[in-house]
């Protein structure tokens, strides 16, 4: 397959496993490179910047391929993000995955290191900002997607609205797991797909058993969003917790009362120990789309497999 | 082209304009009929049947081809759904559109009068019902749809759950105005598109001027979902009203505080005088791609053109 994306990148196939807390880690991220497509080490999990240093290496000795390394931008966590970029530098990444806020302050030294950045955005305004800034591309998230998906925007519409408003290859996320995932993203006028879900649910995530097991039983009803009433809107499991969440909400709770509940560590008992009523965690509404617990390399052959069968039957329809 | 749904329903391209109320009336219809594909003409805005048979008269002398009549399901509206049918076969309609409540007491008689009957839902468990009623096609309408929507559900991951849990033919609503919208569905599973938003603003829709002039300037930003906290979840455009029943609903307002924000006849001002700020009225966030006001017949051309570049395109993408 041959877009601005697999160009750009210099992979076989335009399939970004993205930047996930606590499971964009080097077995999952090489096994992505291996396959033909790009993964991203998040950064923001790692508690110092050896520990980031660390999965590169071990990530750069399962895989010759390019890997990528994500980086959260965010005034909320301080997150180490300088020191993050010195090791990814020293370490020879040249992909960026950034995510959050807007990533200008790290744009000149990763464009100095010819970095290709490629920047997340869940609203055509923040993807118009991002060319501005520089990106070499960037990743639009409909509200499908788990994680912050921004406003209540479908990829039906966000995704070509997106390709519309910037010159930037446009890479698709939320609710994309499967091959016609991927064809419908490609017509919409996306050059890749970004997928994250499917990829919690495989052989090589480091995931709890009792999470993947979930995801395979769960329907598109199974995730929700929260945290709607306090301005972070987040697409996740539908559990004890999120439910609780929910109600408080409705009641017009404050971040205050709410923070014990959504609070981060309780969503790494949830992906350590398998507890999966321990706290709230990011899933996409795509977990519908998901019944198996395959290897990396199953679920990109069988993506590109279905792509291609969803092409032939389109040009059947199409006479 | 050629879907079960062409031949099911004997048009030459897959396209339907959804039963919209004040706006599936005769011009319109009949205008989608002849430029290949099928309208509803839509019962519940008549205030008797015998106005309803007028209207499908004035639709069978502007076109010789194929219309159909939407018949809302509601326990709440007391509609002469009894009455319209009779007026609907009467007059030779053989292909009806039901949404809103289970269908299940109408069943029996159009079936029996061999009638096409394609039942719209909001959500995959009701589209397995519909199977099980006898529908000969079921619509899934996504979280990207005007009106009601159901789940905040977006059709990517929508669509195909639908298509692989029943065995009629699926038609997708939600999110689709042009060409890369139909390819995308179509990749998707679903064997026909509905369309709402984009219809309403054609030259042919008998919305006022103002209406379909807000919606050429609109962005994908400007609808949203309300009526959430009352179950009765629907995306409308966003105005003063609209904007207020949200504020009101933040605060726990009641059904009976709402009501006089959120009834009709206030959309029946929007819609006829062009009063925008007048009601609450339904509109896809599809309107973020609505740049013009074509006739019928350019939508439809321009969405085939499209549709077909789009498919030649992905055929380059995928070598």
């Known amino acids: 397959m041959k877009t601005r994306i697999t160009e750009l990148l210099n992979i076989e196939y335009p399939i970004l496993c993205g930047g996930m807390f606590r499971v964009g880690r080097a077995p999952l991220v090489a096994a992505v490179a291996e396959a033909g497509g790009i993964g991203f080490i998040t950064s923001a999990h790692y508690e110092t910047p050896e520990d980031l240093r660390e999965d590169i290496r071990l990530a750069k000795r399962l895989t010759k391929k390019p890997i990528g390394v994500n980086l959260i931008v965010s005034p909320r ?30 744009m000149k030294v990763l464009k100095d290191n010819d970095v290709t950045v490629i920047h997340k955005v869940p609203a055509v305004r923040y993807a118009k900002t991002a060319e501005r800034l520089g990106a070499d591309a960037v990743i639009i998230i409909g509200t499908e997607a788990g994680g912050h998906p921004g406003m209540d925007v479908g990829g039906l519409v966000l995704i070509p609205q997106t390709v519309d408003s910037v010159n930037i290859p446009v890479i698709a996320g939320g609710g994309i797991a499967d091959g016609r995932g991927m064809a419908a993203a490609l017509s919409l ?41 306090i301005g972070s809107t987040t697409r996740v499991a539908k559990n004890e917790v999120s439910q609780k969440v929910l109600e408080l909400e409705s009641r017009g709770a404050t971040v205050e009362e ?28 795509s977990v519908g789309l998901i019944h198996d617990v395959p290897t990396v390399k199953e679920v990109i052959e069988q993506i590109i497999d279905d792509a291609k069968s969803t092409l032939s039957r389109m040009n059947i329809i199409m006479g």
């Open 258 to 285: 709410l923070l014990p509940l959504i609070k981060g560590e309780r969503a790494i008992e949830v992906f350590t120990n398998g507890n999966l009523d321990a706290g709230v965690w990011s899933c996409g509404s």
């Open 77 to 106: 966590k301080k997150l180490p993000n300088d020191e993050f970029i010195e090791v990814l530098l020293d370490e020879g990444i040249r992909i960026v995955e950034t995510a959050g806020d807007n990533p200008g302050k790290y």
């Open 189 to 229: 006028g996306a050059e890749g797909v970004l997928m994250a879900s499917r990829f919690m649910a495989t052989q090589e995530s480091l995931l709890h058993e009792n999470v993947k097991q979930w995801m395979v039983g769960a329907s598109e009803l199974d995730t929700f969003l929260i945290q709607r009433t």
